[in-house]
């Protein structure tokens, strides 16, 4: 493809920090949002970033991708450049949607019938309210929808907006993921399935890892065709070089054996973007801190490097698993990573496991010189796939 | 029942749902002018309708503009109620 897609916006609501920057920062601090087994945005205020009537029509992961999406538009500068409204479109995901609405409802319906059921129950509940909302709050006319590919969404939500630019359809895409399921019948679902952590710890590739921590938030990237942006002078924070995606056709829950799924997306998007694999700097990990995931992720890392992998880390020790945000918030941190040239750690990590042989940045912040490409990756239940790779702008 | 006790209630039932100027509304505010929409106007009906006993048929909507309508509305309900 000829069509460079550079980023000019960002914005993070996570459980350490509200602004890509802050949340950067927070990762470079060593600090963590993790409490008692979850990482919940607890100071996230959502009348800071909208009227109290907004919030109430809003379920809260679409008050987070609202807050999210305000920050990278006014970083973009989007609303003064004059744009076409119909040249902008919205692409945001969420892994479960309004869950926190669905189960409100649910428990009203059940216990006080039919007339308790609100009738902001379904633009709250459905998975496209939130990019919904972002469109009509920029007056975006382009193409617009919510992708649900569970912990993989923000990924295939930045990558489909990437290939939207390439395809000529828009030249800025406002793409991301937004996730707020730290719910009673969410929590009790994944712990049903044995996916969390029973000690309440997120140490991705770490001999004791048990599971992951949910946590919550949203991550924004404003996405914009490179003439365009550098024609209105607008600050470049880098640029989503490549994308795949692909499926692991295998299991519901659990990733393939051998990775294949996950090589497949790793190695496309490094072909989307016309690199090798000696080319990149640093992979931002899926990393979630389940036994299978994190073993299985370093042996595709071995697969594509043959003992020369580079450094990658889990921002999802600091801060859980976002589900449906996470590749959209891990993707502004390979950005910044890139952009600062200093890699963040991957906390808890302190007994290495045999079959997680990599070097993860446990000591990190690591400054690092001269890296120009870095992957994120994001792998999802149901066996979907995707892959960035990030470029300095 | 007076006019003003029912003017209160609909100013409470727009600041239960968060309307923005719900408290000085007045009976020449329109929807429009307090930016409520279809739905807060479904919820604005159920807040009534509970605190009033009645029941407000979706047909008795057409050309409820105001709160001033909405007001009128309560209280010929109420009255059919009180005589049936």
């Keep these: 493809m000829s069509v460079d897609v550079v980023v000019t916006g960002r914005g993070v609501i996570s459980s350490i920090g509200e602004s890509a920057d802050a949340f950067y920062d927070a990762l ?12 919940p945005c607890s100071a996230f205020d959502p009348e800071s970033a909208m009227t109290a009537k907004e919030a109430r029509r809003l379920d809260r992961f679409a008050q987070f991708a609202i807050a999210a999406s305000d920050q ?26 309004g869950l926190e609405t669905l189960e409100r409802n ?20 459905m998975p496209n309210a939130a990019a919904g909302m972002v469109a009509m709050r920029i007056g975006a006319h382009g193409p617009g929808f919510s992708v649900a590919s569970a912990c993989a969404t923000g990924g295939h939500a930045i990558g489909e ?20 399921a730290l719910t009673p019948v969410c929590l009790a679902a994944f712990k049903a399935m044995g996916a969390l952590s029973k000690q309440g710890i997120s140490r991705p590739f770490d001999a004791r890892r048990d599971g992951f921590v949910m946590g919550e938030g949203a991550g924004v990237l404003v996405l914009e065709r490179s003439d365009h942006a550098r024609a209105r ?64 992720e370093t042996l595709v890392m071995h697969g594509i490097w043959n003992g020369d992998a580079p450094p990658i880390s889990s921002t999802k020790s600091a801060i859980g698993h976002l ?9 502004v941190a390979t950005l910044c990573a890139l952009q600062r040239e200093v890699l963040p750690p991957t906390l808890n990590y302190e007994q290495p496991d045999p079959d997680c042989d990599l070097d993860y940045v446990p000591e990190g912040p690591r400054e690092v010189g001269g890296i120009e490409l870095a992957l994120s990756n994001s792998f999802g239940f149901g066996g979907q796939n995707a892959c960035l790779a990030v470029a300095r702008a | 029942m007076n006019e003003q ?11 239960q749902i968060k309307v923005a100027g719900a408290e000085t ?48 509305l309560v209280e010929d309900i109420s009255q059919e109620g009180a005589t049936a």
Aim: hydrophobic share 45%; charged share 25%.
């Design chain 2, 25 to 72: 509304a007045t009976m020449e505010s329109s929807w429009a002018d307090l930016d409520v929409d279809s739905l807060d106007l479904v919820e604005v009906v159920r807040i009534l309708e509970d605190h009033f006993g009645i029941e407000i048929v979706d047909e008795k909507l057409d050309g409820v503009a105001t709160v001033g309508d909405a007001v009128r």
């Design chain 2, 5 to 15: 006790e029912i003017l209160e209630q609909v100013r409470s039932a727009l600041a």
């Design chain 1, 233 to 296: 002078g607008a600050t470049l924070y880098g640029r989503i070089a490549g994308y795949a995606a692909s499926n692991d056709a295998f299991h519901i829950t659990q990733p393939e054996t051998n990775g294949r799924g996950a090589m497949q997306a790793m190695r496309g998007a490094l072909a989307d973007a016309g690199a090798r694999p000696v080319d990149v700097g640093y992979v931002n990990a899926h990393g979630t801190s389940t036994p299978f995931n994190d073993r299985i």
């Design chain 1, 72 to 97: 990278a538009v006014a970083e973009a500068g989007l609303l003064e450049s004059g744009i076409e409204p119909e040249r902008i479109g919205v692409v945001i995901g969420t892994g479960v949607g």
């Design chain 1, 106 to 125: 649910c428990l009203a319906f059940l216990q006080e019938g039919e007339r308790a059921v609100s009738p902001l129950f379904v633009p709250m509940m």
């Design chain 1, 28 to 39: 470079l601090e060593r600090r963590s949002g993790i409490a008692d087994g979850v990482a």
């Design chain 1, 323 to 331: 589900l449906g945000a996470a590749g959209a918030v891990e993707a």
């Design chain 1, 161 to 180: 907006a990437k290939r939207m630019i390439e395809r000529g359809e828009a030249d800025v895409v406002v793409a991301g993921g937004a996730e707020a």
